[in-house]
Each structure stands twice: as structure tokens, then as C-alpha cells.
């Protein structure tokens, strides 16, 4: 089992609607977790950071984190199509060392 | 956040061959790391670059294979060694980042191909 688990999708959407992203994970020593985002041919680009549990919003964009349930969210609202990316969830324990999820491939169609 | 160049952006190579990957950040930072994005795979952490020391590197990665330069606080520079086809990914550096240095800021990415 792989520490971090993510549907690769694709997740395919309208313009306007709630988008849900999701990932479970195994270790419960993880402290930190990140959403990043990845266009085409481009590197990941940081979204959202939250410590431990809670929520934590930004803009259009929610992140959740449930470590009871080893589960975290991101939620974008209003989604746009430029939004269409790939969606990384990162975690990491008190090291440096990031694990990350396989992406998960977000379509918003106009 | 940090802004993050790396050199080449792709490049196409023989079997056999040699790469660096130069990677340059435009403020001083005290960590840097190397990833690998291979297809349909997860970001993986290949080494962690601190200056004036030797790179940790992570399971399953050796320094004869993916030796790493750190001259200074703003440059690193990644060899892939001897390379084959199953070298054939993205490699992206990082910096620690954030309020805290929680977190890690990415580069563009090296696509490399071998033939």
C-alpha cells in the first residue's frame, strides 16, 4: 500500500461547478500537507498549506485536513476553466521530505 | 515565494551519456532538493542539497548515479549518470519555502528523454 493515495481522475466538470479533490494516506506521523497545482509542461505550483487538522481557505479554494480519518480535501468553488490542471496533494512528517500523491487530472469545460 | 530556473527545460540523450541539471534560485535558501516526476508516477525525492555538506539521498538513489553539487546558497546542479531509457522523466528542484520553511517551492522541470 503507498503512503499517499489520489484517483488520478479525470475528473471532468462545467464551468461554475464545486469541485471536490481527494486523498487518503496511511502514516499517521504525517504533520503537514500541501495541494500544489500542475499545468502541462510545467512545474508544481503551491496552492494551499495547512498544519495538522482543520480548514483553511483561500480565495476560491478550501483546503481540508481530517487526521482522525487520514483524509484530506480541497475543494474549489466557481471553477473556472483555467482551473483544468493536474491537482498534487503533498505530506510530510517533521523531515523535509515530501510525499506526494499520483495527481489527479482536472477538466473544466466552458 | 522563491522564483526557480533550471537549465536545460528538456533535452534528448543517448544511452551511456551524461546530464546536469542546473538549478537557480533568485534568493538564498538553505535547502534544496531534487525530484523525479516519472510517467503516471508520483513526485519522488531523490536527494536533499544543503550548502557546504554532502547530499542525503533518499532509498533507492546513490550519489554514483545522481551526484549533486551545492557551490553556494542560490545554485545547485544534478548529474544523471550513465544514463538509460528508464532515465527518461522530469527531474524538478525545490526550495524550502513559507512563513516557516514549511513547505517547498518548485522549479520548472528538466524533461529529459533517452534514447
Known amino acids: 500500500q503507498k503512503e499517499v493515495e489520489q484517483d488520478p481522475g479525470p475528473l471532468s466538470v462545467p464551468e461554475g461547478a464545486i469541485v471536490s479533490l481527494n486523498c487518503t494516506y496511511s502514516n499517521s506521523a504525517f504533520q503537514y500537507f500541501m495541494w500544489y497545482r500542475q499545468y502541462s509542461r510545467k512545474g508544481p505550483e503551491l496552492l494551499m498549506y495547512t498544519y495538522s487538522s482543520g480548514n483553511k481557505e483561500d480565495g476560491r479554494f478550501t483546503a481540508q485536513v481530517d487526521k482522525s480519518s487520514k483524509y484530506i480535501s480541497l475543494f474549489i468553488r466557481d471553477s473556472q476553466p483555467s482551473d483544468s490542471a493536474t491537482y498534487l496533494c503533498a505530506m510530510r512528517e517533521s523531515g523535509y521530505a515530501l510525499n506526494f500523491g499520483k495527481g489527479t487530472s482536472l477538466l473544466v469545460t466552458p | 515565494s522563491a522564483v526557480i530556473s533550471q537549465k536545460p527545460s528538456r533535452d534528448i540523450c543517448q544511452r551511456g551519456t551524461s546530464l546536469t541539471i542546473q538549478c537557480q534560485v533568485d534568493?538564498?535558501?538553505?535547502?534544496m532538493f531534487w525530484y523525479r516526476q516519472q510517467p503516471g508516477q508520483s513526485l519522488t525525492l531523490i536527494a536533499t542539497?544543503?550548502?557546504?555538506?554532502?547530499?542525503?539521498?533518499e532509498s533507492g538513489f546513490v550519489i554514483d548515479k545522481f551526484p549533486i553539487s551545492r557551490p553556494n546558497l542560490t545554485f545547485s546542479t544534478l548529474t544523471v549518470s550513465n544514463m538509460s531509457p528508464e532515465d527518461s522523466s522530469i527531474y524538478l528542484c525545490?526550495?524550502?519555502?513559507?512563513?516557516?520553511?514549511?513547505?517547498?517551492?518548485f522549479g520548472p522541470g528538466t524533461r529529459l528523454t533517452v534514447l
Open positions: 542539497a544543503n550548502q557546504g555538506s554532502e547530499a542525503t539521498y
Open positions: 534568493s538564498q535558501v538553505t535547502m
Open positions: 525545490s526550495v524550502e519555502g513559507g512563513a516557516g520553511r514549511d513547505t517547498q517551492y
